[in-house]
């Protein structure tokens, strides 16, 4: 299969990147080639195989279910680009 | 007085506890070199302040018989991609410039803990993505590594290259790198030092600015077998902060290097031989055989016959998980945000695509692209199924040995100014020999093994069973003895 520039454009909006006009078509032609490459795991056969998502063996454990960590709004929002009373402020969403 | 920057760990060690210099004089004599070789761009934040305060604070508990370990007073540098509590942290990203975490990952506050001063913070590829350090939105690290018939700019590979660098260059005692798909042990291999990946587990990855969050592993970046060995006894460890962090018992790593290793089976893989390797590969892979076979190990050949499948299921599996951990650089929280007055997706919009550069921006489509409705299964559910045969292949070889060799990377360094220009497959063929180990999550460790033809260094890699660091360790130290690789960088060398 092979990327063009609107799908380009459309991954481009769910990863959201804005991408120029001018640089969909040469990504397109990038990220062709690497799908390209990659297609060859096509040709193993892994009938019945389950899918390994991670190599760690170790099962999750319990803890007691209490808070370990918070009451520290300074720190969180030390960062954050813009804030106010305590919260993040992000541009205005609800019209 | 012996040159205080060119100090193992365990000489440093030694020398602290009888007195022979103290950590403050360690610590001022790393920090000269740094400036020295500051054209180097190995670091992209430096502390001398904090070192020195830390210095300071451990010759005082050493002065008070309060010594805390094997590395309390020693000098090292932190990756840039460990959080560090009120010292910028920032991937080598545009996005994170400024970014002053409010804690300490877990690693670096073990190496804390255990007295280890932190000299600063070290360059690297963008979010650790790339095999030679020319990602970093901080500019290109140098290798202290010149070939002897050319001065061209050499690459420290990457994507720990600035913590490669240091180390090599004698700029610390030893520094933390990360390893995804060979991120610790190709610079390693690249700048003639000893880079040790652990088993997936080892080391707690909280507080590390995550990139593939499956594949992801800190360790020890030092200039000797028996360094990665005390270092990794300090870095690791069972941490609640760390879902995937192994509650296993911790042994005393330094303790394996018994410097016998009679008996011992070392696997030599056959598709890691594929047509083209280069001569002077092989014969330095041959000439390990041969150290090891010395020693007394026996030496099979073993086959993992999906090798030549792990590099394309790596960079599925890995941009797809960096697509979703890269998800939080939004310009909400911290970092940058680029506004211009419209409306929240588009503040998403611009913020990243001022803020990731061109690599980083590729492998998130790539990821994005093949976790999208449609394609899920294709990609990212098949690269899955392929590395569970991977993890297999590892399984199977292993009831049969109990190390494998092999080399660490299928090149000596390459230059600056054409790693610029290859295109991202021929990039990521560097990885070609690390990416196996780190899709079955197993400990692989680079020691350098001799010079190219050009007088660039090469390594070799042991890679072990999950959980037996040890194993690796006390091989690499007897290939270590038999190679006797004491070569400098070029740049360290008189006259230069």
Known sequence: MSLDKATVRKIGFLARLEIPEEDLEGLAHELNGILGWVEQLQQVNTEGVAPLASVSETRLYWRDDVVTDGAMPEKVLANAPDGLDGYFLVPKVVE | MTDLTSLTLAEARDGLAKGEFTSVELTGACLAAMEARKDLNAFIVTCPEIALDRAEASDARRAKGEALGPMDGAPVAIKDLFCTEGVQTTAASKILQGFKPQYESTVSARLKAGGAVMLGKTNLDEFAMGSANITSAYGNVVSPWQAEDDAAPLVPGGSSGGSAAAVAARMCLAATGTDTGGSIRQPAAFTGIVGLKPTYGRCSRWGIVAFASSLDQAGPMTRSVRDAAIMLGQMAGFDAKDSTSANVALPDFEKALTGDIRGLKVGVPKEYRPIGLATEIAALWDQGITWLKDAGAEVVEISLPHTDK???????????????????????????????????????????????????????????????????????????????????????????????????????????????????????????????????????????????????????????????????LRAAQAMEAAAGFTAVPTLLREGK
């Open chain 2, 310 to 472: 792990a590099l394309a299921t790596y960079y599925i599996i890995a941009p797809a998980e960096a697509s979703s951990n890269l998800a939080r650089y939004d310009g909400v929280r911290y970092g940058l945000r680029v506004e211009n007055g419209g409306n929240l997706d588009e503040m998403y919009m611009k913020t990243r695509a001022a803020g990731f550069g061109k690599e980083v921006k590729r492998r998130i489509l790539i990821g994005t692209y093949v976790l999208s409705a449609g394609y899920y299964d294709a990609y990212y559910l098949k690269a899955q199924k392929v590395r569970a045969l991977i993890a297999n292949d590892f399984r199977e070889a292993f009831k049969q040995v109990d190390v494998i060799l092999t080399p660490t990377a299928p090149s000596d360094p390459f230059p600056i100014e054409g790693g610029a220009k290859v295109d991202p497959i021929t990039m990521y063929l560097n990885d070609v020999f690390t990416v196996p180990a780190s899709l079955a999550g197993l400990p692989a460790l680079s020691l350098p093994g001799g010079l190219s033809q050009r007088g660039l260094p090469l390594g070799l890699q042991l890679i072990g069973r999950p959980f037996d660091e040890e194993t690796v």
